[in-house]
């Protein structure tokens, strides 16, 4: 079976076990995947995946599964466990319908290139260029990952939505080191080789892997700093996961109870634009069939919206956001797909003037919150650390830990520079544009002993 | 569909491979969640395909997919085998695999209770029992949210390769995981994650106790809130409970022992490590440190008898008295190193590589008494349960911030501390140890490494522990 006929399938087979609506996401994908280390390929991985979600309710009652098994057998039989089960469950608190189709989809401008899936030369030949680039830069040995991925997504729903939309995606990260304790992180993400940038990536890598060189201790204490565009993308998706609605329900958000109040600087503004021509995580409708919009989530540092599936819409009283994605065993809940961060006036260099003395961050690993609530958490800084000196960049430190809160760090956004770079990588799931940030009153601690 | 496994082994050899491995995978998990009381998404998770594994020219090929066909699977191999080959002269080191034995079996862990057999309706009510026992009248504190998950999965594996070796392999887990947010005017809020779980049936929930367990937490909760004050800032000894010692067992030794770490393979994602290949006999701990890993413990989230590239499975031991003693190998970082496998290459799916992964890591007991150890602490702080951990990507960097932690003066228990803040190196920390409690607890957890991620199941655990002249860490309002 096709995704269309599997898709067909999930909706007819759930109508006929008298649910009251499905939705059916059916999504193909063909990923290559080369990593590398020590200057050489570890590994090669290919998948060639047909992956059903399935969306069903019986009145205020939900369930749903995925199912990588998509066989007509394998889906009627997961289809029936389903129902089965909802029909003993205790009915839920809201009584939410999917969306009324069918809509009019806008597809997705640049967002598909046929050579990502074609051409196994491209991809190799990118990472050597990475690996080139960076040992060019100064880089002792190179380590990284590039992934090619070409999709297909079909959706159909019992409430008229009948959508198709296909796209393609090249993410490269690369990790220069000069040694264990020099490293640099440069990245490339993009939907087109046209926009795809292996040698900038590399050569970023290998330029902070050198300039990292000899690091010296850091010290504990508050700081004014500059945080580059990959440690800001580990922050902010954070920050987008806290404006789901679910997030607030369960308790995993520093935004309850915020809509319409300052949350950050007045220097600060995040959209999730899935409709951004050659956006990573555009869409042209969520898996409820809804269609995208842009959604402006924090504009001059007032947080505007919460994202929503039909069910937190309904359950708080507000409209929908074309944000309902399957997310694994909590089934469909809002989160954000396409970040964009309004870039500001400033140079890079200009930034580091304009901080004076304090920290350069390029990069971070490990977020870990001690209460969601209220933002309170630490992550480790990673990559190349830097002292900088009357806005110039300093001696390299090391073994440095921002232990703050979230919400503190998001109003105290001095300003935000603007050159803009794509970041997606292993610990940044949601792509987001964006640039360097000026934070004043870090708050950064290390190892007493 | 084991037939299916074969000819992707004769397939790949005709192609030219010097090694293939084929592994038919199934992962079916149920998942049943309450949302502040109230019946969340039921959701069913159904995983089936092959993966395949092909060593050409010291090229590493890995491909799969969950189209069960004849047609699929031989392009699947052509795809791995392709990839690989064209790659080749990327490749500066070439991969080799150390010589393992063969092995033709089939090993399964059975259910006493299988969970199939319980209805959907008992599942739900065991959540909405543990729900009642959260009235803020039973745990004395407000609890605006609260987000309990129970689910119960079966994951089977057929593993077949090039040299002979055939497995099949029959594993259950059931867990439950909650979090609560407790709050009280004037107070602030605090939040608990806690997960339970084993490699059983129904039978372990019947063991459990769960609701107990959870309002306990809850009630705790409510205790620090009241009465929590700020930690002391001087020089103490600390006592560290189970829990804490697991996570930092799993984070400071497990991982920067694993070999594909040290020798660099994950670089780039889940970093390196500050243990290099010369370690092996370099004292990190004091001699009351043993901390070892064991996939074969009965009943254990990690259990396994044979890894996923079929070899036999038993305990490794990491830290022995404080000296580094194994590393976690696969069959590749054996045959770099010059050693053999010790069966620590899992795959959480079909579509995963096996990677070299810890099961269930923990410090062995000591020979203290609980009371014992706090005996001659005159000023300290004992840290039951954390919330926020993390450590830097070679492993020598951590912190740990206490939960449920309490202030030691004289040899007692004394009030609640908030938000203690050990932030300590890997070798001050097990350099520290100078007391273990005889007796072991274990949690479990979800481990994540790997590119694309893998969350595999584990145990983590320890005795008690008590640790001397510590300073703990944080930064004044």
Not at chain 1, 267 to 278: E, G, R, S, V
Not at chain 2, 193 to 216: D, I, T
Not at chain 2, 243 to 258: A, Y
Not at chain 2, 328 to 343: I, P, V, Y
């Amino acid at each position: 079976m096709n995704s269309d006929e599997i898709a067909e399938l999930i909706v007819t087979q759930g109508e006929k076990l008298g649910a009251s609506d499905v939705s059916a996401i059916v999504v193909e994908e063909n990923k290559r995947m080369l990593r590398f280390s020590n200057n050489s390929i570890t590994v090669l991985q290919a998948w060639n995946t047909i992956t059903p979600m399935i969306y069903l309710s019986l009145g205020p009652k939900r369930t749903g599964s995925i199912v990588e098994d998509p066989t007509p057998e394998a889906i009627t039989s997961t289809m029936e466990s389903l129902v089965k089960t909802v029909r003993l469950m205790k009915p839920g608190d809201v009584d939410s319908r999917l969306p009324q189709g069918p809509f009019g989809y806008h597809s997705i401008q640049d967002n598909y290139d046929p050579r990502v899936s074609s051409s196994t030369d491209k991809l190799t030949g990118a990472v050597e260029t990475s690996i080139n680039s960076a040992m060019n830069a100064g880089a002792k040995r190179v380590s990284g990952v590039l992934v090619a991925t070409e999709w297909n997504r079909t959706l159909r729903t019992s409430t008229g939505s009948k959508g198709r939309e296909k796209g393609t995606l090249l993410e490269l990260t690369v990790r220069a080191f000069v040694d264990a304790d020099s490293s640099g992180q440069g990245v490339s993400c993009s939907t087109t080789f046209q926009d795809f940038s292996p040698e900038l990536a590399g050569k970023e890598a290998g330029e902070i892997a050198k300039l990292a060189a000899n690091p010296v201790e850091g010290t504990e204490g508050i700081y004014r700093t500059v945080l580059g565009p990959s440690i800001m993308a580990n922050l902010l998706n954070t920050a987008a996961v806290s404006t789901s609605a679910h997030a607030v329900e369960v308790g995993m958000s520093y935004f309850t109870d915020k809509v319409g109040q300052n949350v950050a600087s007045d220097k600060f503004n995040l959209t999730d634009d899935q409709q951004l021509p050659a956006g990573p995580g555009s869409h042209a409708f969520d898996d409820e069939g809804f269609p995208t919009k842009p959604t402006p989530i924090i504009q001059n540092g007032t947080l505007k919206t919460l994202l929503h599936s039909s069910y937190t819409a309904k359950k708080f009283n507000a409209q929908l956001t074309g944000h309902g994605y399957y997310s694994g065993t909590s089934g469909i809940v809002p989160s954000p797909s396409n970040l964009i961060v309004k870039p500001g006036d400033y140079s890079k260099k200009e930034l580091f003037e304009e901080l004076g003395d304090g920290l350069y961050i390029t990069n971070n690993w490990y977020t870990r919150f001690q209460n969601y609530n209220t933002g309170d958490f630490s992550t480790i800084c990673r990559d190349g650390i830097f002292r900088i000196s009357k806005g110039e960049l300093s001696n390299p430190v090391k073994g440095l830990r921002i232990s703050d809160n979230m919400l503190r760090i998001l109003q105290s956004i001095e300003a935000v520079s603007k050159e803009l770079l794509w970041v997606k990588w292993w610990e940044v799931d949601i792509p987001i544009l964006l640039s360097h940030f000026l934070v004043d009153k870090v708050r950064v601690t290390k190892s007493r002993k | 569909m084991e037939d299916l496994a074969d000819i992707v082994v004769r397939k790949g050899l005709q192609l030219g491979a010097s090694y293939v491995e084929a592994r038919i995978q199934s992962d079916i998990e149920n998942t049943y969640s309450l949302k502040n009381g109230v019946p969340d998404t039921f959701q069913l998770s159904r995983t089936v395909g092959i993966g395949v594994r092909i060593l050409v020219n010291g090229t590493l090929g890995f491909a799969s997919t969950d189209k069960l066909t004849k047609d699929s699977v031989y392009d699947v191999v052509k795809l791995a085998y392709n990839m690989a080959h064209s790659s080749s002269h990327l490749v500066k080191r070439p991969v080799r695999l150390s010589p393992e034995k063969t092995i033709q079996t089939s090993w399964e862990t059975k259910a006493a209770s299988s969970p199939e057999n319980v209805s959907p309706e008992e599942k739900f009510n065991l959540l909405f029992e543990i729900e009642r026992m959260l009235d803020p009248r039973e745990v004395h504190v407000d609890l605006p949210s609260r987000y309990i998950t129970f689910s119960h999965e079966t994951e089977e594996k057929f593993f077949v390769n090039s040299e002979g070796t055939k497995i099949h392999g029959k594993t259950p887990r059931i867990s439950l995981w909650f979090f609560l947010t407790a709050s009280k005017p004037g107070k602030g809020t605090l939040q608990r994650w806690m997960s339970v779980g084993e490699s059983r049936g129904w039978e372990a929930v019947e063991e459990w106790n769960l609701p107990k367990l959870v309002s306990n937490e809850a009630k705790v909760l409510g205790k620090v809130l009241d009465e929590g004050i700020a930690p002391p800032k001087d020089e103490i000894n600390l006592v560290l409970g189970s829990e804490v010692v697991g996570i930092i067992c799993h984070e400071s030794c497990g991982h920067p022992q694993e070999a594909d770490r040290i020798l660099g393979r994950e670089a780039a994602q889940a970093g390196e490590s500050y243990v290099k290949p010369d370690m092996i006999g370099t004292r990190i701990g004091t001699e009351h440190v043993t901390v070892v890993d064991d996939p074969t413990l009965s009943k254990s989230f990690g259990y396994y008898m044979y890894d996923d590239e079929g070899v036999e499975a038993h305990e490794r031991v990491l830290i022995d008295k404080g000296v580094i003693s194994n590393f976690l190998q696969n069959r590749e970082t054996a045959a770099d190193l010059e050693t053999k496998s010790n069966g620590s290459a899992r795959a959480v799916a079909y579509s995963r590589e096996p990677m070299i992964r810890m099961a269930n890591t923990y410090m062995k007991p000591g020979d203290y008494d609980h009371e014992e150890l706090f005996e001659d602490v005159n000023s300290g702080v004992y840290i039951k349960t954390f919330m926020e951990w993390n450590i830097d990507d070679r492993r020598f960097n951590q912190r740990y911030v206490g939960l449920e932690a309490y202030l030691i003066r004289n040899g007692e228990v004394d009030k609640p501390v908030r938000n203690p803040i050990l932030e300590v190196t890997t070798p001050s920390l097990y350099g520290s140890v100078d007391a273990v409690s005889k007796t072991v607890d274990f949690q479990s957890a979800t481990c994540g490494k790997g590119d694309p991620q893998q969350g595999a199941p584990v145990w983590t655990g320890g005795p008690e522990i008590g640790l001397r002249k510590l300073r703990l860490g944080g930064l004044d309002s």
